[in-house]
């Protein structure tokens, strides 16, 4: 029961990502004409969580569009614990879209994604379908190049059976996400599941947002990080340094991985953009939102050469 409670509060922190993202888009810091169709209303945040979640999203993109421009639209995505994400109808209005993208989450978030989906003709209307064939169940979906699978990320067992549901190809140029969801997972768990996407993709790129320097300056983990929306951080040793974020990929398999503080990620995004986000709401102390952005990072990480040592910086 203690289990079951916590995968239910897990699975509200979607609830939170998607309601920090709806808001920070109805002002204006980035444009997503998609998230509104998944999340009615939210309360007002804090400017600094507006500007991190603004970092966020677009240092993801920096990868994203990397990833996209090195495989020359023939690779896949797969999205893992992805929540109300609307990647897919972003890159596919901008016309970015990939041979295939995966979507991995619980069985309760991806029917409720499903739901939303399904009950919205502009988001079914941009799912690729040449035959017109869109397969759903309760909590699962099938279109030509998207895939929306519901799935226990700690059972590796089911994994294969699921991603072969969603036509993936091992062999593909393939970008994995895991955006705020390695932290939700035991460390064995989250390593068996890293290790065995090592195993079988060889020409991969893995892209993970998440916390970072979780301890204070005497060693000790920060008690009031252990826990986000009632569930235990059960993932949360690996979140300890950028190069312990860095190393829990190349011990499991991974050949080469790279780590920044989001306060680095923030800082490489272009300028006039930053400009242009800083005017929307006044944030008197910077040093709020440093404070902020230095207990996030993204990490990266690698298996063949296409997309080693990719770095943050744009271009
Ligand atoms: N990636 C999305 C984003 O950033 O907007 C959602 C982030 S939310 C903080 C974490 C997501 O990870 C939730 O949707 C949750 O259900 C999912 N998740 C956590 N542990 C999981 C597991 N063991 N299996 C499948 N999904 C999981």
Redesign the pocket.
């Known amino acids: 029961i203690k289990d079951m409670a916590d995968?239910e509060a897990?699975?509200a922190?979607?609830d939170?990502?998607?309601e920090c993202?709806r808001y920070a888009v109805q002002l204006g810091y980035w444009s997503d004409p998609f998230i509104n169709f998944f999340v009615k209303q939210t309360g007002r945040k804090a400017p600094e969580i507006n500007r991190g979640y603004y970092a966020?999203v677009k240092g993801i993109e920096v990868f994203v569009d990397k990833f996209i421009k090195l495989s020359g639209g023939k690779g896949q995505i797969i999205?893992?614990?992805?929540?109300?994400?609307t990647l897919y109808w972003r890159l596919k209005e901008a016309g970015k879209c990939p041979a295939n993208f995966i979507e991995?989450?619980?069985p309760?978030?991806t029917a409720r994604k499903c739901y939303h989906i399904k009950k919205h003709k502009q988001l079914i209307d941009m799912l690729n379908t040449e035959d017109g064939e869109i397969r759903f169940s309760t909590t699962d979906l099938h279109a030509a190049n998207y895939h929306l699978v519901g799935?226990?990320?700690?059972?590796i067992s089911e994994l294969t059976n699921k991603l072969t549901q969603a036509e993936v190809n091992f062999n593909l140029p393939t970008m994995f996400?895991?955006?705020?969801?390695l932290v939700?997972?035991d460390a064995s768990?989250a390593s068996a599941l890293l290790k065995w996407l090592a195993g079988k993709f060889s020409n991969s790129i893995f892209i993970n947002?998440e916390q970072v320097n979780m301890k204070d300056k005497f060693g000790q983990v920060m008690l009031s990080n252990l826990r986000?929306r009632g569930c235990l951080l059960a993932g949360v040793e690996d979140c300890e340094s950028l190069e312990t974020q860095q190393r829990r990929f190349t011990i499991n398999n991974w050949e080469g991985s790279n780590a920044w503080t989001m306060v680095e990620v923030y800082d490489s995004l272009p300028q006039d953009d930053r400009r242009r986000i800083e005017h929307i709401e006044m944030l008197d102390e910077r040093e709020l939102l440093v404070q902020l952005l230095q207990h996030y990072c993204i990490s990266v990480a690698w298996n063949g050469q296409t997309f080693k040592n990719l770095s943050i910086a744009q271009g």
Not at 79 to 85: K, R, S, T, V
Not at 151 to 155: A, K, P, Q
Not at 177 to 181: D, N, P, W
């Open positions: 995968d897990i699975q922190t979607n939170d990502a998607s993202k966020r999205n893992l614990g992805a929540g109300f994400d991995l989450d619980f309760s978030i799935i226990d990320l700690r059972h996400l895991t955006e705020c969801v939700y997972v768990a947002y986000s």
